[in-house]
């Protein structure tokens, strides 16, 4: 188990802190508290029980204490819920899917069907994919970029898709907040539509029907723990990646490939398996245009063409998309020409050397006191022995109006929760085979969907309890530095 | 302050601690340590003039009066521990008998092997780090301080001990304002 | 070994010491936050301190390889407080008429030349314990209690930007040196956690661990790659531990390997490293720096113990030359380094007494 979540192939993600100060703020029972410099636990001792919302609400560590992420959302803790009588109902991301599809040796389709049969065997009464969820996220994120656009805002927007980002900004570059786009994840609106229907469907109330995710990314479980606007029952009651995936398959015995089964039609799989009122439910499981994070950057881009031609008469055939090449594969930007002029951009920013960049760079006043006059005649004087300056344009995501950024170097189909490579086979190989099963997820045009997506979405929240803010909005703040003397005294690292 | 770590500790009454027979204030020793410190400092002020280090300038004063193990115990039991209103000397966690003071021609090498007050105290690195400070401001400069864990009184032994005797670690920790002032307080009740 | 000079450069201990490639300056590190820059020359004038700048002590510091001969000088300062500061000069009047090599180094080693903050560098959670340039001066490594090497980018005309382009996180704690080969892009970092590793550029151009090297019993506190007269295909690292060794490691030059091959096999780039030896044992206390000369072969080493020792090999074997008890009266000697005054050969130490001296081996 503990393998399972080794680190060492974490190279370039933001990784959790190495210990937790946050027992010491938490009044505790008794001298259960473990806070030095690498010191194992005694296993008699029980550990002290720290929530993901003190993970979220501390800036003792970067992003957050691992042992935390797996004790509350573990396949154990999932295995006792399901011995309870919730209602229990499931969602599985496109890159989760490619993950297990991989490692398997399975198309993805197969995968899908092997996967809900297996959670429906296990006692689970609907599953679904992301992709309602995620469709949504991508109108309701381009279409609030496009606003920007036309009240002029100046840029970037940043995205806030994935929270291992979103928590770093918020412990360690409060600055960044007003930037972060308040959209709600793919993750967290699916919870919340899968959620509602379940309940109306089955005559249970809402918090009776427990929710799990299938995501690529440990962080996923911290997103699940943010408050709700309204303080209500949360989206999300357990988050697997398909690493512990595979330790639950492992442990029940389970073989996913089963042998008694028999393929079935894929698209009535999927129809049986998703709640009678769930919407487009032929495209459920549908994959985007774009990066393999969720193409959000991409998505913007063309949904702001498309708005142009359809309300601003801009001629169809005179854009153009042009991609701009950063210095890794990690960094670019796409621009969105209209009659050879830079009408609007985003950027792709993936893993925490690039991020670093990023940030530093939207610092306020971060040009230092007087380096102008200085560097302008350090430029004469070199100038017979300067190299070649490369003339060629290079990707500056802080100069795009939106930026879509994930922790991960490669994005979301690399998260830190994938299954590892098998024997012999380089990561970066690997990646590139993940890829290959993610693009083979049919895909389903959103820019051609908005309306029937945006009339679908307000219906759903006329006829719930909830508010818009509640389903589709998420907000973040800036996470204190813990100052406390007590913290100094037995949590301080040095 | 939450319940403390260690709720329940042994404790030594004054009078139980080791002193030292001979007359004299207590003050008397760090008094002098302090004298040494002056007069080193003043020594290595003089070099800008002097060319050359004479050999003699080094060790020349100290012989008389060696700093002996009672007079490093008398530097650090006085030390509060930070959960309890006890000095390190009353909670034994410093004992006399594991001082040992090791002379070579230029510098002398203190080891003290310190007994946290329980095996799973997690304090004992601002314990450790309380007496690594205050050894550092009382002793000479010839004197390099070694401070261990007393073999099996703590579950990471190895681990606190690479921290307390890594110079670099303890110089930065000095310069950390919060750390800096729980240390103040710990070392408020030293004479 | 006699003392030459000894400057009292700072109240509190000097950290580090580092002197530029061409022009007579060195420049100090102390815990007293700043940082000063004296002629290395008989005079031994304070040309300025680098001050107001860092909240903590000043913990490594280090002159960029100039571009060429007119190439103003430029410094990189990593401090405790987290940053890395950028230092330079502005042009000197006139600057742009000198034409020998003997007035440019009158006029950059004036006094009232302001030295300006160029660059504050950002991005490390806690104490930077190194900085150090790559040979072409583009490349700029830090090193972390927050167990991670950076590696940053930046235009050595202008040093307008300091671009990240590498995070290593090989290491398992407290990183407590870098330090870069002479003529390769090949860095070296040692650590806490007892080893030292080695990085290079992948095929992708990114840096990547290719390297560790295992046999250290203590935190390993500095080390310097070997820059031999005549290069061979085999690279040499000194280092020195808190386990009072110094050791000498020896590696494979990785080759360039050929873009045809298919990819599992061109990333197996590792390369090889083993101990070739250890250096026979003159310290009592754990050492802290070392300096490997490029004109002699010779390793100087200081430490806790406050001895400088110099070690020269013989017929591939390594023997004590010289010894130096109390280099720096009772006071620890945190940094040693190879210098030339006046074209001899030196070496430059600093203490915890906030001494720089001078000494003739």
Known sequence: MSALLSADDLNDFISPGVACIKPIETPSKSNELEIEIDAKPKSVLAPAQISLADCLACSGCITSAEEVLVAQHSHKELLKALETDKVFVASVSHQARASLALAYNVDVEQLDQLLIHLLKKMGFRYIVGTSLGRKLSLVNESNSMIQRKMDKTEGPTLSSICPGWVLYAEKTHPYIIPRLSNVKSPQQVTGCILKNLTSEELNVPRNQVYHLTIMPCFDKKLESARPEVDGGTSDVDCVLTPREVVALIEEMGYDLIAKDYTFGNTSQVYKESAPNKWPFVEYAWSNDSGSASGGYGYTYLRLYQQYLISKENYIADQFEFKVVKGRNADIYEMRLMYQDTQIASSGIVNGFKNIQNLVRKLKPGNTVAKPNALLARRRGRGGSTAKAKKTSEEADPSKCDYVEIMACPSGCINGGGQISPAEGIVEKDWIALGLEKYGSIGKWDVAEQVDRLIEWSNSFVEQSSMTYKRVFETKFSEVEKVTDANVAMFGAKW | MEEPINANPTILSLAQLPKRQETGSPFSTTLSANHKLISNALKLSLLEEEDEYSEEDIDSDEEEDPIDPQEIFDLISTISDPEHPLTLGQLAVVNLNDIEINTSKYLTEVVIRITPTITHCSLATLIGLGIKVRLIRSLPGKFRVKLLIKEGSHQSESQVNKQLNDKERVAAACENEQLIEVISRMLATCV | ?361
């Open chain 3, 1 to 361: 070994m006699q003392l030459l000079h000894s400057t009292q450069a700072h109240t509190g201990p000097i950290w580090s010491i580092t002197t530029h490639a061409t022009l007579p300056l060195i420049a100090t590190a102390s815990q007293d936050k700043t940082s000063k820059i004296y002629s290395l020359t008989s005079h031994h004038n304070l040309l300025t301190i680098l001050e107001k700048t860092h909240t903590r002590s000043v913990r490594s510091i280090a002159f960029k390889p100039p571009l060429d001969n007119f190439d103003l000088p430029v410094l990189a300062a990593g401090s405790f407080d987290s940053t890395i500061s950028i230092w330079g000069i502005d042009e000197p009047e006139f600057y742009a008429d000198v034409e020998s090599e003997s007035d440019h180094e009158r006029i950059i080693c004036d006094p009232n030349n302001e030295w300006n903050l160029m660059a504050l560098i950002e991005g490390h959670e806690n104490e930077v314990k190194s900085v150090a340039w790559n040979h072409q001066g583009n490349l700029l490594a830090s090193c972390s209690r927050d167990k991670t090497v950076w590696i940053w980018e930046t235009d050595q005309e202008t040093l307008e930007e300091f671009e990240c382009i590498a995070v290593l996180n090989d290491h398992e704690h407290d990183v407590k040196y870098v330090c870069w080969h002479s003529t390769r892009n090949i860095l070296a970092s040692c650590s806490y956690d007892d080893t030292i590793r080695i990085y290079a550029e992948d095929d992708d151009d990114e840096f990547a661990c290719v390297g560790v090297l295992n046999g250290h019993e203590g935190t390993v506190w500095s080390c310097a790659f070997e820059n031999p007269a005549t290069p061979t295909d085999k690279i040499r690292l000194a280092s020195v531990s808190d386990d009072l060794t110094v050791r000498v490691w020896v590696g494979t030059v990785p080759e360039h390997s050929d873009k045809q091959l298919p990819s599992s096999i061109r990333h197996n780039k590792e390369m090889v490293w083993e101990q070739e030896c250890i250096l026979p044992q003159a310290h009592a206390f754990p050492i802290y720096s070392l300096s490997w000369s490029a004109t002699t072969g010779k390793i100087a080493s200081c430490g806790s113990d406050g001895k400088i020792v110099v070690y020269k090999e013989v017929d591939g074997t390594w023997e004590v030359e010289a010894t130096h008890e109390a280099s720096h009266g009772v006071s620890e000697v945190n940094c040693i380094l190879w210098g030339k005054l006046d074209d001899k050969e030196i070496l430059i130490t600093g203490g915890d007494d906030g001494c720089v001296n001078y000494w003739q081996v």
